[in-house]
């Protein structure tokens, strides 16, 4: 089945421990992307990476870190959490970079809390 | 840089009625995209539909319509023949044709009343 796989699902943790949200899609898809979702914010761009090894700031990436090493895979590091990164974290991929119309898959989602 | 306003936090419907959802934007570009995005209380998001700045006729997808108005900078969502499961968050959203960054407003939450 084609789709995006975050994990975990739903995290607590403290501030300052450092911690990793994997992203994994299994449809070749060039370009990738993780957003955080707040009330009343809608969604906004982290960060996002249009292949291999190139990745590049969206509108909110204080506090995050992302590494793109293979196709499949692209890792949200937070070095150290602080509770205002408290959120709804979602991946997404779509299949061509150049092409914006393409639609984006979605991941479902990872609650992250930061006491 | 370009902003998505969604001006309804809150709407509701009758089923099988029609609701339409605002969404309007800033840009100083000419080409560019924009999409609607609802998320059931799942927290999926799934896409409902698309237009291309370029392309003057609206998009439509089944029960789905826009009403896309670029000198107004508007891209509203019509929704006919409601059903309980239109019930969800809906995202508006705009990107760039010169780039990858995407823009999302802060979404109506729309409820369907049997």
């Known amino acids: 089945e084609a789709q995006v796989t975050q994990n975990p699902r739903y995290l607590i943790t403290v501030t300052g421990k450092k911690l990793t949200v994997t992203c994994s899609q299994n449809?070749?898809?060039?370009?990738m992307s993780w957003y955080r979702q707040d009330p009343g914010l809608g969604l906004r761009q982290i960060y996002y990476?249009?292949?291999?090894?190139?990745?590049d700031k969206g509108d909110v990436p204080e506090g995050y870190k992302v590494s793109r090493k293979e196709k499949r895979n692209f890792p949200l590091i937070l070095e150290s959490p602080s509770p205002n990164q408290t959120s709804l974290y979602f991946c997404?991929?779509?299949?061509?970079?150049?092409?914006?119309?393409?639609?984006?898959?979605f991941g479902p989602g990872t609650r992250l809390t930061v006491l | 840089a370009q902003t998505v306003t969604q001006s309804q936090p809150e709407m509701s419907v009758q089923e099988a009625e029609t609701v339409t959802l605002s969404c309007t934007y800033d840009t100083s570009e000419s080409d560019y995209y924009l999409f609607w995005y609802k998320q059931p209380p799942s927290r999926q998001m799934i896409l409902v539909i698309r237009q291309e700045a370029y392309k003057q006729q609206n998009a439509t997808e089944n029960r789905f319509s826009v009403n896309f108005q670029k000198a107004a900078k508007s891209f509203s969502l019509k929704i006919s023949d409601s059903q309980l499961g239109d019930a969800a968050m809906y995202f508006c959203a705009y990107r760039s044709d010169n780039n990858n960054d995407m823009r999302f407003g802060a979404g109506t939450r729309l409820t369907v009343k049997p």
């Open positions: 997404a991929s779509s299949l061509w970079a150049g092409d914006p119309y393409n639609e984006q898959f």
């Open positions: 449809m070749n898809h060039e370009y």
């Open positions: 990476s249009m292949n291999v090894e190139v990745t």
